[in-house]
């Protein structure tokens, strides 16, 4: 298939999107708008094309590229591989970015960045296909930081104000704290290995040729860099904030497609970690605790943006565990549907923002009259969130309660049901605050209106997505999802990985090669799951929808566990009290100290020179001028002196001569007498 | 044989004569004259003084010729100058000449 052999198009497109839009930045003006969402719309059918391609030869992956460089005896190659993991993830980031794209040009109408924020998102968007194209960790990792690059620009695309300039600047740092471990252990991978395939790699850590402590060191690095990127506990902290940037971004970035990245990295290792089972057991440790931990905070939160950045870090969180407990097709299950419906969520925040102006829920209410599209394609989403059948979320959902229940770590279980529990709640609140009751601020409510076709298209289409999204991998469809990612297929030598595990998931990752049947194995989780989604929106709408339960009450009977998580468990504080401010200190000390000492010394040293130079002037001025000028005026006094010799009467030259001559020859006979 | 020092005193004062004329003359042609008459007599003491020489080597004879050789060379320059001197100015004074006075 002509596609699969050039599968480099689908991100080079928006790359060259990008150029030219930065290119002709001036001349295009608006179109530049028009240019990114072409691009993008290729590269949707293009992904379209390699997916239909690749389940017609039924999912056998291909790969292209070659030798990228030889150093001595060192050579790297750069190839790109289609197999049905990437086939399903360039969908997933092609259309995302496709409606976002689309979105944009009504949301970001009039920005006086406007061209400069189109071709960003283009870099981004060729970024994250070249990212789930990569079969090596170096190209990996190239498309990793560019996307990191991106999600700063965009963060701070407002950066005449503080708010998004440090936002912008939280995100970097605090990613690149993960990125450091990935560094290094992509580089430990490759020393061990002596390659950066990751094919190879699993192949090599599956067939015992890694060291076991190598490949458990080499995964869990992986895995900090994954924790920065999906904001997983304790690296969460810039994803909330990162919601300073434009609604869009945060649909595509901070939803649905980078911080992704970091579960598909796992998934995309999964082999290196089950073939360590100790590191999918931290995976699914950070992931369950990660999980709960920002469900809690979501349900307090009162920005509307907040609220969803929390459910991302939670539903993130979800993702890992699901992976951790030996659940590869739940895991990546969830991260597509989720990119759906978190995305559709995000955008309908943003249409809201819109109308009113605000993001502050306590100044919403009653919306759902006055913004119809809005208001279904929002609940529509919320509803997937909160897994209510048959919508995408709750498929999803179930398979990794189904994983988690089968690896027979009750308390991880019981922590995915709560967070369950807590997402319901939550999405509840939302939007009973939001779009029902009474509206809380009347001159907002005046002003809001429907926002414009090229918005709530997008909505519509990924309300669909979000409402069917899940049915390829529900049992209604056979699970198709679940046999066409199977993991044996897509990573070889699973077979032997399974037989390596020497950690505590080895029932986990058996269930993992079935995941497909595995939720016949599980009788007990569907009432469950389903029971703790119905609650959630049951408690919600008590507190929130109805007067039955006083808040005011139940915070004044709660107050220290209110104040924990109101204050969101102080760890931006303990961030800020342990790496920040002694880091400012120490950046201060070493500015006092540049300022006293090495500015010191360079002044001094500026000073002494400046002097020395004055003194060698003056030397200049007096001597050596001095020297010139008596030689040159000697030679005009010896010159004035002798013109007068100079007669220009030849008679008088010649006496002159002859009686030299005279003289001379006097002289020599008087010598030689 | 003539004795040495005829050839001398013929020397001495065709020289004197030549020297006296060559300063005394303002006429640029007559100064150039009296100039050649100094290299003959030059040449003169260069021919008497060779037949001292005991090896009846030929070097005075031949310096004598070279000399003569010169003289026509300085001759043809000179006058080629006197001439020029006399087409842009129409004298041949010297004396009047004093382009090079310092």
Known sequence: MFILEHIWIVPALPLAS???????????????????????????????AAFIALVARGGEPVTTGGRWLTLGSVTLDMGLVVDNLAAVMLLVVSIVSSAVHIYSMGYMH???RYQRFFGTLSLFTSAMLLLV????????????????LCSYLLIGHWFEEDWPRMASMKAFMTTRVGDVAMLIGIFLLYTNAGTFNIAAITKAAAGGALAPTVVTAGALLLFGGAVGKSAQFPLHVWLPDAMAGPTPVSALIHAATMVAAGVYLVARSFGIFVASGDALFVVALIGGFTALFAATIATLQTDFKKVLAY??????????????VGGYVAGTFHLVTHAFFKALLFLTAGSV????????????????????????TFLAGALALAGIPPLAGFWSKDEILVAAWGSGWTVLFW??????????????????????????????YEHAHESPRVMTGPLVALTVLAVLGGLPGSPWAGHWLGHFLDFGRSLPGLEAATGHVHGVFAHGVELASHAAGAAHAAGPVLPIALGAALLGILVGYLVYGTRLVRRERV???LRPIYLLLKNKYYVDELYSAVFVRPAVGLAELCGLFDNVVVDGAVNGVAWATREMAFSAGEFDNVVVDG???GVASGTVAAGRALRRAHTGNVRSYMVALYAGAAASLAVLVWLLI | MIDLSYAIVLGVLLFAVGLYGALRSSNAVRVLMCIELMLNAVNILLVAFARLNPAGAVAGQVFAIFVMAVAAAEAAVGLAIVLQIVRQRGVAEIDKFTLLKG
């Open chain 1, 353 to 376: 923002s819109h109308a009113l102006g605000t993001l502050e829920i306590h100044r919403m209410g009653g919306l759902a009259g006055k913004m119809r599209v809005t208001f279904w």
């Open chain 1, 110 to 112: 009039g920005d006086r």
């Open chain 1, 18 to 48: 990008w150029l030219v839009i930065t290119f002709f930045n001036r001349r295009l003006g608006p179109r530049a708008a028009h240019v990114g969402t072409a691009a993008v719309l290729t590269s949707l059918l293009l992904s379209v």
């Open chain 1, 555 to 557: 915070i004044r009977a």
């Open chain 1, 133 to 148: 194209l990569a079969d090596n960790y170096l190209l990996l990792l190239i498309a990793w930081e560019v996307m990191g």
């Open chain 1, 311 to 324: 459910s991302t870090v939670s539903q993130l969180g979800y993702m890992m565990l699901g992976l951790g």
């Open chain 1, 627 to 629: 020297a010139v000028n």
């Open chain 1, 415 to 444: 922590m995915a049901v709560a967070t369950a529990f807590l997402t319901a709640y939550y999405m509840t609140r939302l939007t009973v605050l939001v779009f029902f009751g009474r509206p809380r601020d009347h001159h907002a």
